[in-house]
């Protein structure tokens, strides 16, 4: 079943720009993931939050959580064409180490 | 550079002819997973390895089977492949110590499954 939603589904934005892209859960995590995904290629690990962390930085990379709205947003700093990819936000809930991904969002970044 | 390899990148089956997709990994990671993602959708998990143990996930077909003959090997077989299982299919590894995940899983680049 499908535990995050992402908002929006596509992106598109000029290089430099920063992106945003938003995510929402459904039920209570133990920590909450961005993956980033090239077309045709496996995912990446970019960050990960921890239930008891608002806010986290990595290089460009910006993630805050928010356990009461149950959301998470990732923000990406002064964006490069190689940044164009599809964004995941994954979820771990209960004692176990089992991560459900939300519907992602397709990031277009235009030189 | 320790990583997990999916072989084959590209895999073109018949309609009903058993296939197996493998995935090695040299992170030594204790958990195995392996993912289906259909066009422009999420990653939907199929079933994971806790060490020898295997767990399947309650919607995923008795079409879909997995071998672990070790720790750093994991097949994913697709006994009679249908048009609907074209697909591509992730393995994943993480590394549990009994505290939760403390870091993200680590991604093989995928087979590209085809059905013909």
């Known amino acids: 079943s499908q535990q995050g939603e992402e908002d929006p589904q596509a992106l598109s934005i000029q290089e430099g720009e920063n992106a945003t892209m938003n995510c929402s859960y459904k039920?209570?995590?133990?920590?909450l993931q961005w993956y980033r995904q090239n077309s045709g290629r496996g995912l990446v690990h970019l960050i990960l939050?921890?239930?008891?962390?608002r806010e986290k930085h990595s290089g460009r990379l910006r993630v805050t959580l928010d356990t009461s709205k149950k959301s998470s947003s990732l923000l990406i700093t002064a964006s490069r064409a190689a940044d164009t990819a599809s964004y995941f936000c994954?979820?771990?809930?209960?004692?176990?180490?089992?991560?459900?991904f939300g519907t992602g969002t397709k990031l277009q970044v235009i030189p | 550079d320790a990583m997990v390899i999916q072989n084959p990148r590209y895999q073109v089956t018949q309609f009903g002819k058993p296939v197996t997709l493998s995935c090695s990994q040299t992170?030594?990671?204790?958990?195995m997973y392996w993912y289906q993602q259909k066009s422009s959708q999420a990653p939907k998990l199929l079933f994971h390895?806790?060490?020898?143990?295997?767990?399947n996930e309650a919607d995923t077909p008795d079409n879909f089977q997995s071998r672990r003959p070790n720790t750093s090997f994991c097949f994913l077989d697709i006994r009679s492949p249908g048009l609907g299982d074209a697909a591509m299919y992730l393995c994943?590894?993480?590394?549990?110590?009994?505290?939760?995940?403390?870091?993200?899983?680590?991604f093989g680049s995928g087979t590209r499954l085809t059905v013909v």
């Open positions: 994943a590894t993480s590394r549990d110590t009994g505290q939760g995940l403390h870091y993200g899983y680590t």
């Open positions: 039920t209570s995590i133990n920590n």
């Open positions: 939050i921890r239930s008891n962390e």
């Open positions: 994954a979820t771990t809930t209960g004692g176990y180490q089992k991560v459900t």
């Open positions: 992170l030594n990671h204790n958990v």
């Open positions: 390895y806790y060490d020898k143990d295997f767990n």
